[in-house]
T-cell receptor
Framework: AQKITQTQPGMFVQEKEAVTLDCTYDTSDPSYGLFWYKQPSSGEMIFLIYQGSYDQQNATEGRYSLNFQKARKSANLVISASQLGDSAMYFCAMRGHNTNAGKSTFGDGTTLTVKP | NAGVTQTPKFQVLKTGQSMTLQCAQDMNHNSMYWYRQDPGMGLRLIYYSASEGTTDKGEVPNGYNVSRLNKREFSLRLESAAPSQTSVYFC???????????????FGEGSRLTVL
């Protein structure tokens, strides 16, 4: 089994500041991948960033970085220099590579609001 | 560049009616998925197909059936719709293909289903 927990239903951040969205996970697979997706109010799902469980370095993609702490089973998303267009719902997800291969599990999401 | 196409985008059903949601991808992906998203919540996996010819249950399979018609197409059928199946349904695909699937999910635009 695998589970994703996002404990922040809503977050506010001032434009141009950085924000961290929390994600903790649990899985029985020794190898797995962690993902973050963005869902704007228009409803589409947009992939942001990926971290493999055996990757030595934290993943970065432009203004997005993933703070991966394997021992704590956390995979927090950091957005630097927030923009108004970052206002959206953000989902953490994982996919196991063994028992849970093929099953991408999502958290309940965090709604981020960027204030001007 | 179509990506993942799902139809219909909107549907209203009466309790007990049946319908099929169609999904097709043009990225030559091996794995395909059906999720449902209820208001304010994350995505829950209904069924997935790791490769052509295989299907497996996800977290919430009851009341649904799927068919992996070929590598491109993966349909979701509601045999006897119930109000609890009112939701937004997303089809998604990923590379898959044997080795650990580290690829992100590519999503369709979603299908909004209302069961009265």
């Amino acid at each position: 089994a695998q589970k994703i927990t996002q404990t922040q239903p809503g977050m506010f951040v001032q434009e141009k500041e950085a924000v961290t969205l929390d994600c903790t996970y649990d899985t029985s697979d020794p190898s797995y991948g962690l993902f973050w997706y963005k869902q704007p109010s228009s409803g589409e799902m947009i992939f942001l960033i990926y971290q493999g469980s055996y990757d030595q370095q934290n993943a970065t993609e432009g203004r997005y970085s993933l703070n991966f702490q394997k021992a704590r089973k956390s995979a927090n998303l950091v957005i630097s220099a927030s923009q108004l267009g970052d206002s959206a719902m953000y989902f953490c997800a994982m996919r196991g590579h063994n028992t849970n291969a093929g099953k991408s599990t999502f958290g309940d999401g965090t709604t981020l609001t960027v204030k001007p | 560049n179509a990506g993942v196409t799902q139809t219909p985008k909107f549907q209203v059903l009466k309790t007990g009616q049946s319908m099929t949601l169609q999904c097709a991808q043009d990225m030559n992906h091996n794995s395909m998925y059906w999720y449902r998203q209820d208001p304010g919540m994350g995505l829950r996996l209904i069924y997935y197909s790791a490769s052509e010819g295989t299907t497996d249950k996800g977290e919430v399979p009851n009341g649904y059936n799927v068919s992996r018609l070929n590598k491109r197409e993966f349909s979701l059928r509601l045999e006897s719709a119930a109000p609890s199946q009112t939701s937004v349904y997303f089809c998604a695909s990923s590379e898959g293909g044997g080795a650990p699937d580290t690829g992100e999910l590519f999503f369709g635009e979603g299908s909004r289903l209302t069961v009265l």
